[in-house]
């Protein structure tokens, strides 16, 4: 579990009282069709892309083809900040990708979990879709409802 702590902000924004729980933020990051990934280009400058992904046991799994400026930029610089597209329900997530290599137990896992929430897309998923996604490990995970009273921030440990 990731340490629990109110988001300090300037005075004048507010103060937050209260945080939110883990397991809410949890709820949101795992139902979530899309999300927004921000790379660093090789000249520092940002790259956003929306794409989906799987959100399980406090890591998220998303591909891309090898082709695409998101997962080059992740293998040249694998700090990235991935958030949810609700700017009221704000959940932003910070840490480092890297290419995973689930068992088989859990790509099938993934690949069910993707037949599921993503039906609509008309293609079955298999679990060698899933023989080596990148994993964002998250570091940092910034959420709010009620900006600024439940401001929170949460600390994953190395």
């Known amino acids: 579990m990731p340490i629990t702590e109110k988001l300090v902000l300037p005075q004048e924004y507010g103060q937050t009282t209260k945080t939110l729980a883990w397991e809410q933020v949890r709820a949101q990051l795992e139902q979530a069709k899309q999300y927004w990934l921000a790379t660093n280009r090789g000249d520092g400058s940002p790259h956003v892309v929306p794409v989906d992904g799987l959100w399980v046991d406090d890591l998220w799994y998303y591909g891309g083809s ?3 400026i998101h997962v080059q930029r992740v293998r040249a ?3 990235v900040t991935m958030h949810l597209p609700d ?22 896992r993934l690949a069910d979990l993707a037949n599921s929430k993503y039906a609509e897309y008309g293609i079955t998923f298999e679990a060698s879709s899933y023989s080596a996604p990148g994993a ?20 994953f440990p190395e």
Not at 87 to 108: C, N, T
Not at 136 to 155: E, G, M, Q
Request: hydrophobic share 35%.
């Open 66 to 68: 090898p082709e695409t």
């Open 87 to 108: 700017p009221w329900k704000v959940v932003v997530v910070q840490g480092e990708v890297r290419v995973s290599k689930p068992s088989p137990e859990l790509a099938q």
């Open 77 to 79: 610089n694998p700090h």
């Open 136 to 155: 964002l490990h998250p570091r940092r995970v910034i959420a709010w409802s009620s900006f600024p009273k439940d401001a929170t921030r949460f600390t």
